[in-house]
C-alpha cells in the first residue's frame, strides 16, 4: 500500500515544524510508519538555499530562486519522498511547491510557469494544509517562538501594526509582504486541500488552538479522504447514541 504525502503550508508563525512533529506522533500511535521532512532541505541542495537566505548582501533574481527551490525539491522527491510512499511510509512534509507559487509568485513569475517547472515528476499530495493566522499574530508567535518573550502590536499612523518597541526585524514592510503572500495562500483551493485557523474565537476575543486541536482536525480530514464510510458510519452512529438522528 502507498503511503500518503501529507504537506503542511503557511505564514511564518503558523506552527507548521510544531504540528507535522505531532501529526506525525498521531499517525505511529495508529500504527502507521511515518517520515518528516522539510523544505529547503538538509541536502546540499538546501543548505546553499539557507545559507542564501541568511546572506543579507546577496540579491538574487525570482528566476534564480526558483531555480535554487526547484533544484532542492527534485533531489528531496526523488531520494527521499517517493522511495518513502513507495514502501507504504506516511510522508509529512514542511512546506512544498504551493511555497514557491506563493513567495516566488509574489517576486513575479507566473502561476504556469511553476507549475510546468514541477510536471511529470512532482507527485501530487493526497493532502495539503494551509495553517492560516493573521500576519500580526503569526510575527508575535514568531518573536516569542525565537527570544521567548511576548510581543505586543500597536496600531500606527495608515492602520498598520508594529510591535510597539519598533523592532526593526519585525517592521510594517515585513507585516505588508506576509499580508500579500497570506492573500496568495487563500487563492489556492483544490479537493485535496484544506485551509485551517490555527486562531478561534473565545468570547469576544481570539485565542490559539492546541495543537492538540489541529491534528484532530488534520486527522479527520485524512479520515475522511482515506476511509470515507467508516468516517460517515462514526457520525451516524454517534447521533443514534446521543438521542436520535436529527
Known sequence: MRGRFIVIEGIDGTGKSTLAAQLAQALRARGRDVLLTNEPTRLPSGRLILERLTDKSLKLTAHEWLGMFVCDRRMNIDTIV???????TDVIQDRSFYST???QGEMGISAPEILRRHEGWHPKPDLVVILDIAPRFGLARTRKRTLG????????????W???DGDAPQSTEKLAFLQRIRRRYARIKGPNIVHIS???????DWQDKT???LVAEVL???DIRSNPREVIDNRR???DSGGGDT
Open 101 to 103: 507559487l506563493v513567495y
Open 162 to 164: 508594529i510591535f510597539n
Open 220 to 222: 479527520h480530514e485524512l
Open 237 to 239: 452512529y454517534a447521533g
Open 211 to 213: 495543537t492538540d486541536e
Open 198 to 204: 490555527v486562531r478561534r474565537h473565545a468570547g469576544e
Open 149 to 160: 518573550v511576548g510581543q505586543r502590536y500597536v496600531r500606527q499612523h495608515g492602520q498598520k
Open 82 to 88: 517517493k522511495p518513502a510512499l513507495e514502501r507504504g
